[in-house]
Nanobody, 125 residues
Framework: QVQLVESGGGSVHTGGSLRLSCVTSGRTFSSYGMGWFRQTPGNEREFVAAITPWSGDTTYYAHYVQGRFTISSDNAKNTVYLQMSSLRPDDTAVYYC?????????????????WGQGTQVTVSS
């Protein structure tokens, strides 16, 4: 069974930065597509970013984070990161890390088989 543990959330002001980490255990890390999603109360989980090792670590971003967020992975540490810069109040959400055991649409939650518990990010103006 794959386990994912996120960390790095917190509270920052507008324009600040945070780096989220997601440590994976239980299976070979490098074989999974990894994604970050976020969710606010009453809303569906939305795509943030993804990285796919089967395509040479190609990265994908939602348009609303493009240019501000960067996803990366460290296979030696079984860890995927989400570097978030120029944060805005509408980035406030619980951020979830997810692992996909198959090649499918990276921006769809149903593609992912395993999820972390989430980490809260709060951006105040």
């Amino acid at each position: 069974q794959v386990q994912l543990v996120e960390s790095g959330g917190g509270s920052v002001h507008t324009g600040g930065s945070l780096r989220l980490s997601c440590v994976t255990s239980g299976r070979t890390f490098s074989s999974y597509g990894m994604g970050w999603f976020r969710q606010t109360p009453g809303n569906e989980r939305e795509f943030v970013a993804a990285i796919t090792p089967w395509s040479g670590d190609t990265t994908y971003y939602a348009h609303y984070v493009q240019g501000r967020f960067t996803i990366s992975s460290d296979n030696a540490k079984n860890t995927v990161y989400l570097q978030m810069s120029s944060l805005r109040p509408d980035d406030t959400a619980v951020y979830y890390c997810a692992a996909a055991d198959r090649r499918d649409e990276v921006d769809v939650p149903s593609t992912y088989d395993f999820w972390g518990q989430g980490t809260q990010v709060t951006v105040s103006s």
